[in-house]
């Protein structure tokens, strides 16, 4: 399967501080994309980085790719209590670009 | 304006039952998309349509049937509804550029079998 794991599970800051999410999955990918669903909402596309990326940058969040680790991550920098959600990373690979998706990491952020 | 839309926002039934969830997106996407998404929050694909076309139909009981009456509308109809159906479904659209298929998801079914 392609599916990406998110890690950690759960995550728990202050407001102000940094939160830092990974990714890990199996196979070559075309590309990366991640996510975030507040509660009860659904799911909100943030970031797309391609297989020949390695970092890219929107706002306060910043994602990189290390395609010999097959991972990612997703830093969300000076947080606040807003980004309180979980954030998904997608992959798609071969011939389809249909995302398939992890399982989330659930980011608390408390004020 | 809401760009992917679906009705209803919480559905509760009793096993049996056949119910329908609509989808709407006025993205002028070719493709939509159905998710299910369990109580441990893992969401996966069940549907995914392009102009009208079904191109893919994963691992999915056939009491479920998608029905697209044009490319802005993609409706899911559930026969027989069982307990194990009780979850939040996700309508998604995304543009078909070739190179990348970004997710526009609607806000969620939470459909309840009781």
């Known amino acids: 399967s392609q599916q990406g794991e998110e890690d950690p599970q759960a995550l728990s800051i202050q407001e102000g501080e940094n939160a830092t999410m990974n990714c890990s999955y199996k196979t070559s990918i075309n590309n990366l994309q991640w996510y975030r669903q507040n509660s009860g909402r659904g799911l909100v596309h943030l970031i797309l980085i391609r297989s020949n990326e390695r970092e890219k940058h929107s706002g306060r969040l910043r994602v990189t790719l290390d395609t010999s680790k097959k991972s990612s991550s997703l830093l969300i920098t000076a947080s606040r209590a807003a980004d309180t959600a979980s954030y998904f990373c997608?992959?798609?690979?071969?011939?389809?670009?249909?995302?398939?998706f992890g399982r989330g990491t659930s980011l608390i952020v408390h004020p | 304006d809401t760009a992917v839309s679906q009705t209803p926002k919480y559905l509760v039934t009793q096993m049996g039952n056949d119910k329908s969830i609509k989808c709407e997106q006025n993205?002028?996407?070719?493709?939509m998309y159905w998710y299910k998404q369990d109580s441990k929050k893992f969401l996966k694909i069940m549907f995914s349509?392009?102009?009208?076309?079904?191109?893919i139909n994963e691992t999915v009981p056939n009491r479920f049937s998608p029905k697209s009456p044009d490319k802005a509308h993609l409706n899911l109809h559930i026969n027989s509804l069982e307990l194990g159906d009780s979850a939040v479904y996700f309508c998604a659209s995304s543009p078909e550029d070739g190179r990348s298929y970004e997710q526009y998801f609607g806000p969620g079914t939470r459909l309840t079998v009781t």
């Open positions: 349509y392009n102009n009208k076309e079904l191109i």
């Open positions: 997608a992959t798609d690979a071969g011939g389809s670009y249909i995302p398939t």
């Open positions: 993205l002028g996407h070719d493709t």
